[in-house]
C-alpha cells in the first residue's frame, strides 16, 4: 500500500539511480566515444525484449556517448513501462537494468452518486481513454492525468468541495488493484441569477433559455432541478441568447460578463450577466446574381417575407432562401445551389443581402428504388407516386408521392434521398425507404371495451393482405351488447384507372339494454357492393348499395315509447350512399399536417320498408406549430330525417359521449332521454375538438410512435335539427396519450367535463383501440 512517504522514497531513488548512471557514464566518455558490440537486458518479466528494442534509439555498432545514454533513458522511461531503469556501459556491452510499472489486476471507482457527472458509462469510457484495464501497464502519471479530469468534471457540475482517495494494493507477482474512492461532497446549488442590459428581449424570456436559477417549489424542483449548474450547459445556453439576438439582427451583440460566483459560506451561486445588445441592424436591400432562368428579380423578390428598410431577421431570410432553391427543384433543378452574402452599407446604415444563385444542371430521375417493403409490394408502392422514372426530377412531386406512401397507414416512417449519377450529371437516383408496420392480424381470445362490455373474439384483419394493398376483414364478436360476424374485402385499384371495388357480408345481434340505451334486441343480416374512382390525386368519390334483412323485438318499456315501430312488421333496409373524401393528410397515424374532408349521403330507397336520408360530414386539419407541436382541429355534423315517412327508425338515431365523441361523459350518454332515463338518441349531431400535440420523448423508446396531446372537447345531440340548441353543448378538457404498438395505435383518455349539467353521467378514464391523434 503506498502512502506519500513511500512515493517521496521512491521517487528520490529514482532520481539518485538515474542521477548516479548519468555521472559513472560522463567519467568514462572524457577521453572518447566507443562502439556498442552487445546489449543485454536485464529484469524483463512482463515486457518482451522486442517491444524494448522498438522503443530503443540505438543498435549493435552504433557509437555511444553521454548524448546517446540521455536519449535512451527519455524514450524508454516515456513508455510507461518501466518504474527504473539502470544503464551501464563498460567494454563496449550496454547493460539496461529495468524495473517494470506493475499490471493493473483491477482497476474500480467507489462512491459515486450523482450519475449526470459519473457513472456507468462515463467511468467505461474513463478508463478505455487512459488504458486503466485489467492487464495493461500501470503507470502513476497516468492515474494522476485521469484524477485532473475527475477533479474538473465535477467542478463542471459545482461539485467544488469533492474529494479523491487512492488506495493500491500491489502483490508479489507485480499486480496492482486501484480503487478511487469518491467524496463527492455537497454540490453548490444556484442561489440568484441577475441578467442586466436587455431591452429588447424581457428578462422571463431570457432566463427561460437560460433554463437554470433558484429552486422551484421544491416538488417541483425535484424533478426539473432548476437550481443544478453545469459549465457546459451555462456555456451552450449562452451561445442560445447570443444566437437569439444574432437572428433579430443584433449583429454586434456580446456579453460584458458572464460570471458565477461561489459563496463559501452558504455554498450558494450567483450568475451574473450583463449584455451589450448593440445596433439592431436593418435590410437596406435584397439583390440578387448570378442565373434566374425564366424568374424575374420581382418573383424572386416575392418569395421573401422581408422587405427593404425592415429590421433583419434571419430566420426570414434563410425561409426566404429554402423557399428559392425549392422553387428551382420544382423545375428539375436537384442541385440548384442558392446562397446569401451579408454586407455592411455604410451610406444606409443597413446590410445588404445578396443571394447568389447556380442553378446547375437540370435533372432527370434514372432509377427508383424502393426499400424496407418486406411484405408490400413495389407496385403497391409506386402506384401511389405522382413521378416516374425518365421523367424530370421535381422535389414538388416527390413530397406529394412520399405524403401518399404515409397516408397508406402500411408504415411506420417513409424516408427518401436523392442521389447523384457519377457518370452522369443530369441523373438521379431516387432512394424510398420505408419501415412496415403491422397491417393485420389473426386473433383470437378475450377483450373488453367501455360500451360493449367483455367479449370473445376470432378474426382475420388485414388493410395490406399479401402485401397487395388490398383489404380483408372476417370477423367473429361475442359479447354481452354485440354478437357479429362479417366479411369484408376491397381492392383499391382494381383496374388501371384506379377504380375501386368492394363488397361484404354481415350479421350483427345488438342487444341495445347492455349498452345504456333502451331495451330492444335488433338482428341485421345483410350484404353490400362498393365502387369508387379517384377525382383527384388525394380524392376520391364512391357509392354503395346495401341490402339488409332485420329482426326487431322491443322490451316493454320501448314499446311505450316507440308503440309503432315496435309493432310493425317492417324488415327490409335498402339503401344507396355516395361519398366524397379528400385527403392530404402527411401520415396515417400521426400526420402534422394537411387535412381530410368526408362527405356522405345515405338514401334509403322508395322499395324500402325504412325510407330516410342522412347526411354525414367530418372535417380534420393538422397544422405545425411552435417548431414541435401540432394543432389539430375536427368537426362533426351528422343529420338523419324521413323523407316518405313520419319517423326515422329510432335504432338509425345519433348518440353521443365517449371515448371516439365528448370525452369526459360516459358512452351514448348525450341528448334527450326517454322517461325511464335511457338515452333517446337525436336526428341531429354535431361534435368538435381542438387539440394540441407532441412527441413524447421517453429515453430508449422511439417517440416517434407515441404522442401525448392536451385537447377541448365539445358537442350535443339534438332529438330534432330544429331543436339545436347552444346551449345543449357539453364540453371537457383532457389529456389524451396515443402509442403506435406493434399490435396497432391505442389510446388512453383523461378528461373532466368543463360544461355539464345536472344529472349527466360523467367518466374520467377511457381508452380506444385504432385511435390516432
Not at 501 to 516: C, E, H, P, R, V
Request: hydrophobic share 35%; with cysteine; net charge negative.
Amino acid at each position: 500500500m503506498y502512502n506519500l512517504l513511500a512515493i517521496l522514497i521512491i521517487v528520490f531513488m529514482k532520481f539518485f539511480t538515474g542521477f548516479f548512471s548519468l555521472l559513472i557514464l560522463l567519467s568514462s566518455f572524457l577521453a572518447h566515444a566507443e562502439k556498442v558490440n552487445e546489449i543485454i537486458f536485464n529484469g524483463l518479466n512482463t515486457i518482451s525484449r522486442g517491444t524494448v528494442l522498438n522503443y530503443l534509439p540505438i543498435e549493435t555498432g552504433d557509437e555511444f556517448d553521454k548524448d546517446i545514454a540521455q536519449k535512451i533513458l527519455s524514450e524508454l522511461y516515456s513508455t510507461d513501462f518501466f518504474f527504473d531503469i539502470g544503464l551501464n556501459f563498460s567494454k563496449n556491452v550496454l547493460t539496461l537494468t529495468f524495473v517494470e510499472n506493475p499490471t493493473i489486476k483491477y482497476f474500480d471507482f467507489k462512491g459515486y452518486e450523482n450519475d449526470k457527472v459519473i457513472n456507468e458509462d462515463i467511468v467505461d469510457k474513463i478508463k478505455k481513454n487512459y488504458s486503466m484495464l485489467p492487464g495493461k501497464i500501470y503507470s502513476q502519471e497516468t492515474v494522476e492525468k485521469l484524477l485532473l479530469e475527475i477533479k474538473n468534471l465535477y467542478e463542471l457540475n459545482a461539485f467544488y468541495n469533492s474529494r479523491f482517495e487512492v488506495k493500491s494494493e500491489l502483490d508479489d507477482k507485480n499486480r496492482i488493484g486501484i480503487e478511487i474512492i469518491f467524496d463527492e461532497g455537497d454540490r453548490a446549488l444556484i442561489g440568484s441569477v441577475e441578467i442586466s442590459g436587455n431591452s429588447k428581449f424581457e428578462t422571463d424570456e431570457l432566463l427561460n433559455i437560460l433554463d437554470m436559477g433558484p429552486a422551484d417549489f421544491f416538488i417541483i424542483n425535484y424533478f426539473t432541478e432548476k437550481d443544478n449548474f453545469s459549465r457546459n450547459e451555462f456555456n451552450n445556453a449562452l451561445e442560445k441568447i447570443k444566437s437569439k439576438y444574432l437572428a433579430e439582427g443584433y449583429l454586434d451583440f456580446k456579453f460584458d460578463k458572464a460570471k458565477v460566483s461561489l459563496d463559501d459560506k452558504t455554498n450558494k451561486l450567483a450568475i451574473s450577466i450583463d449584455l451589450n445588445e448593440g445596433t439592431q441592424y436593418k435590410l437596406s436591400s435584397i439583390e440578387f446574381n448570378g442565373n434566374f432562368l425564366n424568374f424575374t428579380e420581382k418573383k424572386l423578390r416575392s418569395l421573401f417575407d422581408i422587405q427593404d428598410g425592415d429590421f433583419f431577421k434571419r430566420k426570414k431570410i434563410t425561409n426566404g432562401i429554402n423557399n428559392i432553391t425549392e422553387k428551382f427543384k420544382e423545375l428539375g433543378y436537384a442541385f440548384a445551389k442558392v446562397d446569401s452574402t451579408l454586407i455592411y452599407d455604410k451610406d444606409s446604415s443597413g446590410l445588404r443581402l445578396i443571394v447568389n444563385i447556380a442553378p446547375e444542371k437540370r435533372v432527370y430521375i434514372n432509377r427508383i428504388e424502393i426499400s424496407g417493403n418486406h411484405t408490400t409490394q413495389d407496385d403497391v408502392i409506386r402506384r401511389e407516386m405522382v413521378i416516374n422514372e425518365n421523367q424530370i426530377f421535381s422535389s414538388d412531386h416527390i413530397s406529394e408521392s412520399i405524403k401518399k406512401i404515409r397516408r397508406l397507414g402500411y408504415f411506420s416512417n417513409v424516408k427518401y434521398e436523392v442521389k447523384k449519377l457519377s457518370s452522369s450529371d443530369d441523373k438521379v437516383d431516387v432512394l424510398i425507404e420505408v419501415v412496415e408496420t403491422k397491417t393485420g392480424e389473426i386473433s383470437i381470445g378475450l377483450s373488453h371495451s367501455n360500451s360493449t362490455g367483455a367479449a370473445i373474439n376470432a378474426g382475420i384483419s388485414q388493410s395490406n393482405i399479401l402485401g397487395t394493398g388490398n383489404i380483408l376483414r372476417a370477423n367473429f364478436s361475442n359479447s354481452d351488447a354485440i354478437k357479429e360476424t362479417s366479411i369484408y374485402f376491397e381492392d383499391p385499384y382494381f383496374n388501371k384507372e384506379n377504380h375501386s371495388i368492394s363488397y361484404g357480408f354481415f350479421n350483427k345481434t345488438l342487444d341495445a339494454s347492455n349498452i345504456d340505451t333502451s331495451s330492444y334486441i335488433f338482428d341485421e343480416s345483410g350484404l353490400s357492393f362498393g365502387y369508387g374512382v379517384p377525382t383527384s390525386d388525394a380524392s376520391r368519390i364512391s357509392g354503395e348499395y346495401k341490402l339488409s334483412f332485420l329482426d326487431l323485438t322491443c322490451g316493454s318499456e320501448l314499446k311505450t315509447y316507440e308503440s309503432e315501430q315496435c309493432s310493425s312488421s317492417d324488415d327490409l333496409d335498402s339503401t344507396i350512399s355516395l361519398k366524397f373524401v379528400s385527403n392530404t393528410l402527411n401520415d396515417f397515424y400521426f400526420p402534422s399536417n394537411g387535412s381530410k374532408t368526408e362527405l356522405r349521403y345515405e338514401l334509403g330507397v322508395p322499395f324500402s320498408d325504412f325510407q330516410y336520408q342522412k347526411i354525414d360530414t367530418s372535417h380534420k386539419v393538422y397544422s405545425p406549430i411552435l417548431s414541435n407541436k401540432v394543432f389539430k382541429f375536427s368537426t362533426k355534423a351528422n343529420l338523419i330525417s324521413p323523407y316518405a315517412s313520419d319517423k326515422v327508425p329510432f335504432f338509425k338515431r345519433y348518440f353521443g359521449g365517449g371515448a371516439s365523441s365528448v370525452r369526459g361523459f360516459d358512452f351514448n350518454s348525450l341528448g334527450t332521454k326517454y322517461q325511464n332515463g335511457k338515452p333517446k338518441g337525436g336526428e341531429f349531431s354535431l361534435l368538435s375538438s381542438i387539440a394540441l400535440g407532441s412527441n413524447v420523448d421517453i429515453i430508449g423508446i422511439d417517440n416517434k410512435n407515441m404522442r401525448i396531446s392536451g385537447f377541448i372537447d365539445a358537442g350535443t345531440v339534438s332529438e330534432k335539427f330544429e331543436d339545436f340548441d347552444i346551449n345543449d353543448v357539453r364540453s371537457s378538457v383532457g389529456i389524451q396519450f396515443t402509442w403506435l404498438t406493434p399490435i396497432g395505435p391505442i389510446g388512453f383518455n383523461l378528461a373532466q367535463p368543463i360544461i355539464k349539467k345536472s344529472g349527466d353521467a360523467t367518466e374520467t378514464f377511457s381508452f380506444e383501440l385504432g385511435t390516432s391523434f
